[in-house]
């Protein structure tokens, strides 16, 4: 069965993963509920996540999902659990799973760091312009405002006549 998922959506109450996906066989859209059964506040949104996409059930309607979307969704069922308002669980989640350029990511361990590439990742594809796409460029040149800072190795000048 090919499926091509178009939205992916939640219920807070119960907690409910909602996809909406087109079924490429036949041609139709369809919708999935997928109820969270034993997802609490508590719970680990990670280990869920991977849970979730290997359940025998959802794995097909799934496996074209992103984890860091399911992520984000998940945690924002987790923050409404514990009490916050919609408003404040979107900036929460946006706040944690977002790459600030000035973050020192030598200093993260190799899971914050896989995280981190794989939010860089989807962001990426997200705003990449494909060929076709309107605001399509090839080749494009970008100046930095930066001067051309000049460096001994490539002067042109014979410094090391060994090599």
């Not at 036949?26 to 997802?39: A, E, V, W």
């Not at 506040?41 to 979730?52: A, I, P, Q, T, Y």
């Not at 984890?67 to 919609?86: C, D």
């Amino acid at each position: 069965m090919s499926i091509t998922p178009k939205k992916c959506a939640i219920r807070v109450d119960p907690p409910t993963l909602v996809l909406t996906y087109t079924d490429e066989v036949t041609g139709k859209d369809r919708q999935r509920s997928m109820p969270l059964r034993n997802f609490t506040k508590r719970s680990g949104v990670d280990r869920f996540v991977r849970e979730l996409k290997a359940n025998p059930r959802h794995k097909k309607y799934l496996e074209n999902v992103s984890a860091i979307q399911l992520e984000k969704l998940l945690s924002i069922i987790k923050e409404r659990l514990s009490g916050l308002s919609m408003e404040e669980s979107l900036e929460k989640v946006k706040k944690e799973l977002s790459v600030d350029p000035d973050e020192d990511l030598n200093q993260l361990d190799d899971q914050a760091l896989q995280k981190k590439k794989s939010i860089m990742d989807e962001t990426f594809e997200k705003n990449r312009k494909k060929p076709g796409e309107e605001g399509f460029q090839y080749d494009v040149d970008v100046d930095f405002g930066g001067g051309i800072e000049s460096s001994g190795w490539d002067s042109g000048e014979e410094s090391d006549p060994q090599f």
